[in-house]
C-alpha cells in the first residue's frame, strides 16, 4: 500500500490500519464473543496485506485487545510489524466497571499497563479515547484533558510514546490541549451516514496540518454489505450494536438503501462494497486513514483493496443523493 504522513509526525501510515474494537470481545461495549486466534490470524492478514498500524485500547475488552495484539506481534518478525497506536482515559474496577480519569497518576498508570500487555517498549501513538465520559460520581474529580496532556507529553519525553493523539475531540478541545503540545492526529468517527465532523473538527486539522484517522467508516458493519435486518436481529445480547441509533428505525431503513447504491457502485467498479464504503472517507482531504475493524482473516481480504478505489462525482452525486431521499435508492 502507499504511505500518507500522520500530520506532522513522522510516522508513514498506510490508508487503512487495522481497528482491533471487536476482538475485545465481550465487555459493556464489545461485539459479542470472540475466538483470540481469529484475531491474531486477521492481525496476520492485515500486515500480509501491507497494512503498518494497528489501533487499539484498553478498554476493548478491558484489556483482552491490547494484550490479543501483543501476543500477534511475538509472532511477526520485528521489521514487519506495524506501528501500534491505543489510548488511554477509559479505566475499570475489579467489577468491571468502566469510568473515567483523566488524572495524571492515573494516565501514568495505563501507559505502563499498555506498554506489558502489548510488549512493546514504546508506543507509536498514545491518545485520549474520551474527553469526557458519564457523569462523575458526586465529589469525584476525573481531571481534565490539559492534566492528561501534559502528563502525555511527560511520557513523551521519557521515551515512552513517540507521539501525542486525540480520540473524540471537538474543535475546542483540540486547540486546548494543542497549545500545550502539538496534536499529532485525532480520531473522530467518520462514515456516509455520519458526517457531522466535517463542520468542525475537520477544517480545524487542515488549518493546523493535524493527521485525521477516522474510525467506523462503515458505521459499525452497518454499511459492509453484509448486514441484513435478519442478521442484526440475531446479533448476541452482548453485541452493543442492537441498541445503537443507526440500527434502529428508522435509521436502519436510510442506511440499508445506501447499501444497495453501494452496491451497484461496487460492481460497476469490480470492487465490494465494503471496499466503496471506506473508499467514501478516504477521498476526504482531510482523512489520513481509515481504521476499519476485521475479526477474521477473510473480512480482512474484504476491504484492503478500498484505498485503490476512485469515486467520481456521479458516484459521489449518488450517495449523497440516496441519504437526502432514502427513496432514490430504491
Not at 470472540?34 to 501491507?50: F, L, M, N, T
Not at 501507559?111 to 465529589?139: F, N, T
Not at 446479533?235 to 451497484?264: C, K, M, S, Y
Amino acid at each position: 500500500m502507499p504511505t500518507r504522513q500522520l500530520g506532522q509526525s513522522s510516522l508513514e501510515i498506510t490508508p487503512i490500519g487495522l481497528g482491533a474494537w471487536a476482538i475485545g470481545g465481550a465487555w459493556r461495549f464489545g461485539w459479542g464473543p470472540q475466538d483470540d486466534a481469529d484475531s491474531i490470524a486477521a492481525i496476520r492478514r492485515a500486515v500480509e496485506r501491507g497494512m503498518n498500524w494497528i489501533d487499539t485500547a484498553p478498554a476493548y475488552g478491558l484489556g483482552r485487545s491490547e494484550s490479543v495484539v501483543g501476543e500477534a506481534l511475538r509472532n511477526i518478525p520485528a521489521n514487519d510489524r506495524p506501528y501500534v497506536f491505543t489510548k488511554c482515559s477509559l479505566v475499570w474496577d475489579e467489577d468491571r466497571t468502566v469510568t473515567h480519569s483523566l488524572r495524571p497518576a492515573s494516565i501514568r498508570r495505563e501507559c505502563e499497563a499498555s506498554l506489558m500487555r502489548l510488549g512493546v517498549e514504546r508506543i507509536d501513538l498514545y491518545q485520549i479515547h474520551w474527553p469526557k465520559w458519564q457523569a462523575a460520581p458526586a465529589g469525584d474529580d476525573p481531571g481534565s484533558i490539559e492534566d492528561a496532556w501534559h502528563t502525555m507529553s511527560e511520557l513523551r519525553r521519557e521515551g515512552k510514546i513517540r507521539y501525542l493523539g486525540a480520540s473524540n475531540f471537538d474543535a475546542d478541545q483540540l486547540a486546548r490541549v494543542h497549545a500545550i503540545a502539538p496534536v499529532t492526529s485525532v480520531q473522530p468517527p467518520y462514515s456516509i451516514v455520519r458526517r457531522d465532523v466535517e463542520n468542525g473538527v475537520l477544517p480545524w486539522c487542515r488549518e493546523h496540518g493535524v493527521g485525521v484517522i477516522v474510525y467506523s467508516p462503515m458505521q459499525s458493519g452497518l454499511l459492509s454489505g453484509k448486514m441484513t435486518r435478519e442478521r442484526i436481529a440475531s446479533l448476541p445480547e452482548d453485541d452493543w450494536r442492537r441498541h445503537a441509533a443507526w440500527f434502529q428505525e428508522p435509521n436502519l431503513t436510510i442506511a440499508l438503501g445506501i447499501v444497495e447504491v453501494l452496491r451497484d457502485i461496487a460492481a460497476r467498479h469490480g470492487r465490494t462494497v465494503a471496499e466503496v464504503a471506506v473508499a467514501w472517507t478516504l477521498h476526504n482531504p482531510s482523512v489520513t486513514g481509515a481504521i476499519v475493524g476485521a475479526r477474521r482473516a477473510d473480512q480482512v481480504d474484504e476491504f484492503t483493496r478500498a484505498a485503490d478505489v476512485t469515486l467520481d462525482a456521479s458516484d459521489l452525486a449518488r450517495i449523497d443523493a440516496a441519504l437526502a431521499d432514502p427513496r432514490r435508492s430504491a
